[in-house]
């Protein structure tokens, strides 16, 4: 069945395609549908914004998601913390070895499990397993650096903000409700919906949380846009899969492209 949403791009007698992906995932959604499969295929490579199976990537994200021991926390919020690790069954140890912005993500995603979703059904992660199937190479759009850089503060001050907003959404069971509202827009391919996602995920009530979204999603739009072009130029026929949020809006990839000089079609995907 396909899913997702899908663009195909043309320049210079190329076409490349634009997939917005979801980065966890249900197991009966690793298999490509139909078109999605047909056009993996006809492209040249695969481009992730990371690609999760590369060894040297995995082995910088482990090393950049390590806990800094000069940003603390505040004794409340890392017994919090330590109380959803313990409800996620999951060790006490890694509060101090893993950043806990990502503990927090770790914490969310373990959640959704009870509803059939995993980090390892994600749709990036399967596409890229059907590349190489393929004997197609697999690229990065992004850096480590680029991508958890938005993730992971750098001082204490955002670092508390950003953690304690993980802890309440948990402990208020906000996030089992936006993860499946999510899903299911993306997996019927509405775009309308994804494109307002700041209006309904009770995630940016405050400028500070629009601003750090902005910044996570349409702030690495333009460095996504400039990679594919790059790749594209150089004679590849493109496959770019990513997170489906950086798909839609007017400063969305297939807006982004088609300012660049590429004709730019909505390819409709038979549910």
Sequence with gaps: VDRGLLWRIEKDGRTSWLYGTLHVGKA??????????????????????LDPQHPPVMAKMQRYMARDPKLTLTTSLDRRLRAQLQKACMPPALVDQ???????ATLTVTAARREGFDALYGI???????A???????????TVETQLGELISDNEDDLRANV?????????GKVIPQLLRLARAWEAGRD????????????????????????????RNAGLADSIDRLHAGGQSVFAAMGGL??????GLPALMARRGY???REPLPR
């Design 263 to 265: 004709t730019v079609i």
């Design 192 to 219: 309308d919906e994804l494109a307002n996602y700041t209006e309904w995920c009770r995630c940016a009530d405050t400028p500070r949380d629009k601003a750090r979204l902005r910044r996570l999603i349409e702030g």
């Design 132 to 142: 190489r199937a393929l004997g197609k190479p697999v690229q990065s759009l992004e």
């Design 28 to 49: 009966e959604w690793m298999v490509p549908g139909p078109r999605v499969l047909r056009a993996l295929m006809q492209s040249d490579t695969l481009a992730l914004e």
């Design 98 to 104: 893993m950043a806990p912005e990502m503990l927090g």
């Design 164 to 172: 304690g907003q993980m802890l309440d959404d948990l402990e208020q």
């Design 124 to 130: 990036d992660f399967s596409l890229g397993q059907v």
């Design 246 to 251: 950086h798909l839609v809006g007017p400063e």
